[in-house]
C-alpha cells in the first residue's frame, strides 16, 4: 500500500508513514493506528483520499481507510464516535456490505493462505514486499483495549476538545497542524533565530509567562507558520492535555460574523476563550474590520488575564497594520514581537537538504546549490522545486542531477543572470570612493580606507558565494572575525542612517548592472 502511495503520490509521503499500524480489515475499513493525534487529525484531513485510493487499488474492493489514534479502539463500531471521523470514501455509492468472512485482510500485503488469522481480529499489513516474512498460525492476536476508558468522546460544542485541532474533523475553519512543522525540521539561519529562539522557549517550558503573546512577523512563506506550529507540538509532546485552538484570522471573522448572525455568539465565545493555547495566523486581515477588532480585543483579555498564552503571526509589525486599534497595537507588544527575515544562501541550501530528507528524497549538493542560487526569497518556492522534482524523478524512475534540477527550473522561470564576482564589487567601490585597491589591501586604518574596506566585504558577503575566510584573504589576509565585524557594522549602520542605505543600494545597483554612477 505504501509502495502505491509513493508512486500515486510522491509528495504527500512522509518518512513517518512507516509508523503507521495496521490493525484489521473489518466491515468494509481498513484500520490504520497512528503515533499521536497530530498525525491521525493530519492524515484524515489531508490524506485521506489517496489512502482511499490505495487500499481499494491494491485490494481490488471498495475499502476505505479508518484513522485511530494512539488509544482509540479499533474494535468500536465504526459510528461510535470520533473513531470513525475522518473516513471518506471518494464514491458516491455506499460501501459494499460484505460480511467480516468475506474480507481478506492479507489483500493489502501477500501472506500464505494457512497463516491468516480470522479476517475480522487478525493485522493487516502495509508493506506490499514480497519477502515478508509469514505469520505463525500459533500466532496470537493483536491485543485489544478495553472498550471502557479508552474511546475518544465527541467534544461538547460548548467547549473545545482537550487537543482542540480535532475540531478539524468536524469543522472546516479549524486548521490542522502539521506533523512535519517540527523544530527538528527548522532551519535556523540569521533571519530568523530570535523567533527560533523564543518559540523553542515556549515550546520547551523555560520562557514562563513571558514572550506573551508572541509575534511573529515577515514576509511570505518565510517559516512563521512553521515556527508556531512547532512550539504547538513540542507542547503537546510534554503535555497531550493541553488545549490548543489554531485558526486563520480569516477563520475567526468567518466564525465571528455567522455566530452574530445565528445568534450563538456564546458557543462562539466558548470555543475561543476555554482554551489553553490560541492560534491566529495572519491576524494582519483585521485591518479594517472594526466589530472583528472588538471581539477579538475582548477574547485577548480574557485570555491574557487567565493566564493562557496566545501565539500570532502576520505580514507587518503590529504598527504598520492598517487601521488597526491602537488598543489592539500595545497589546500585541506586551510580550515579544519578533521579525523573520529571508534567508541568506547558506540557510536556503540546508532548508532544501531537510525538506529533501523529511520526504526521504535524494538531493545532490550541487542541485541544492543551484536552487538556492535562483530561488532566493521565499521558503514555499523553494518547497515547490523540491516537489517537482520528487514528481519528475518518480515518473522518470531515475535519480535526481543536476540536469534534471535544470530541466525543473527552467519551467518555472528563466536562466538567473551569471553572479557578480568580488573584482566587479571592488571595481564599484572603489570607483565611488576613489580609493586604491592597495590601499585596501594594505594595513591602514584611516576611516577613508577602512569605510570602502568593510563596503566590500559586506557586498561581497551578500552578493557572492564566498566564504568569510576567502573574501578576508582578499584584502590583506584578514580573519574571518575581521569580515562578520565589518559585515555587521555595515548592515547597522545601513538600518539606522537612510542616507547610507542608498549610497549603498546605488553602488550595489551598479555592480549588477555595469552602468556608471
Not at 473513531?83 to 485482510?105: N, Q
Not at 485558526?247 to 455566530?259: D, L, R
Not at 504598520?320 to 500595545?330: A, F, G
Request: proline letters at 7%; charged letters at 25%; aromatic letters at 6%.
Amino acid at each position: 500500500m505504501l509502495t502505491h502511495l509513493r508512486k500515486s503520490h510522491p509528495a504527500m509521503c512522509r518518512q513517518w508513514f512507516e509508523e503507521l499500524e495496521p490493525l484489521s480489515v473489518a466491515s468494509g475499513q481498513f484500520n490504520l493506528r497512528t503515533q499521536s493525534t497530530i498525525h491521525r487529525e493530519y492524515l484524515r484531513r489531508s490524506c485521506a483520499d489517496a489512502f482511499n485510493d490505495a487500499a481499494r487499488t491494491v485490494s481490488g474492493r471498495l475499502l476505505s481507510v479508518r484513522f485511530l489514534g494512539p488509544d482509540e479502539d479499533w474494535s468500536l463500531a465504526p459510528d461510535s464516535g470520533p473513531a470513525s471521523a475522518g473516513v471518506t470514501t471518494s464514491d458516491s455509492m455506499p460501501l459494499e456490505d460484505d460480511s467480516d468472512a468475506a474480507i481478506d485482510p492479507y489483500a493489502l500485503g501477500p501472506a500464505p493462505a494457512a497463516s491468516r488469522p480470522d479476517a475480522a481480529s487478525g493485522p493487516a499489513t502495509l508493506s506490499e514486499a514480497p519477502g515478508a516474512e509469514p505469520v505463525p498460525a500459533h500466532a496470537e492476536p493483536a491485543p485489544t483495549r478495553p472498550e471502557s476508558g479508552n474511546a475518544i468522546r465527541e467534544p461538547k460544542p460548548s467547549r473545545p476538545s482537550r487537543v482542540v485541532i480535532e475540531q478539524g474533523s468536524r469543522r472546516d475553519d479549524a486548521l490542522v497542524i502539521n506533523p512535519d512543522y517540527s523544530f527538528e525540521n527548522f532551519v535556523v539561519g540569521p533571519g530568523n533565530r530570535l523567533a527560533h529562539a523564543a518559540a523553542q522557549a515556549i515550546g520547551d517550558n523555560t520562557a514562563g509567562r513571558n514572550y506573551n503573546p508572541l509575534f511573529i512577523h515577515g514576509g511570505v512563506g518565510l517559516g512563521k507558520t512553521h515556527l508556531l506550529q512547532a512550539a504547538c507540538l513540542r507542547i503537546l509532546e510534554r503535555n497531550p492535555a493541553t488545549r490548543v485552538y489554531y485558526v486563520s484570522c480569516e477563520g475567526f471573522m468567518t466564525q465571528f460574523i455567522e455566530s452574530v448572525q445565528s445568534g450563538q455568539m456564546s458557543e462562539f465565545r466558548h470555543r475561543y476563550r476555554d482554551v489553553d493555547i490560541l492560534v491566529v495566523d495572519d491576524i494582519h486581515f483585521l485591518a479594517h474590520r472594526d466589530r472583528t477588532q472588538e471581539e477579538f480585543f475582548h477574547t485577548f483579555n480574557t485570555l491574557f488575564q487567565a493566564g493562557k498564552r496566545i501565539f500570532l503571526s502576520s505580514d507587518a509589525p503590529p504598527e504598520e497594520i492598517p487601521d488597526l486599534e491602537e488598543r489592539l497595537v500595545s497589546r500585541f507588544k506586551w510580550g515579544l514581537v519578533a521579525k523573520i527575515e529571508p534567508p541568506c544562501y547558506e540557510t536556503r541550501v540546508a532548508i532544501l537538504k531537510t525538506k529533501a530528507k523529511v520526504r526521504g528524497l535524494e538531493l545532490p549538493e550541487d542541485c541544492a546549490c543551484l536552487i538556492a542560487a535562483r530561488v532566493a526569497t521565499n521558503i514555499r518556492e523553494l518547497e515547490g522545486a523540491i516537489t517537482r522534482l520528487q514528481i519528475l524523478s518518480t515518473v522518470e524512475n531515475r535519480p535526481i542531477d543536476l540536469a534534471m534540477t535544470r530541466a525543473t527550473l527552467g519551467e518555472a522561470s528563466e536562466p538567473a543572470a551569471p553572479a557578480p564576482s568580488l573584482q566587479d564589487i571592488i571595481t564599484a567601490v572603489t570607483d565611488f570612493y576613489h580609493v586604491r585597491l592597495t590601499d585596501m589591501q594594505s594595513k591602514k586604518r584611516p576611516r577613508s580606507v577602512t569605510m570602502p574596506r568593510q563596503v566590500c566585504m559586506f557586498l561581497a558577503r551578500r552578493m557572492t558565494r564566498l566564504s568569510l575566510e576567502e573574501i578576508g584573504g582578499y584584502f590583506g589576509g584578514r580573519d574571518h572575525t575581521t569580515v562578520m565585524h565589518a559585515v555587521k557594522a555595515i548592515d547597522q549602520r545601513r538600518k539606522s542612517e537612510p542616507d547610507f542605505a542608498e549610497t549603498l543600494a546605488s553602488i550595489e545597483d551598479r555592480v549588477r548592472t555595469g552602468r556608471p554612477f
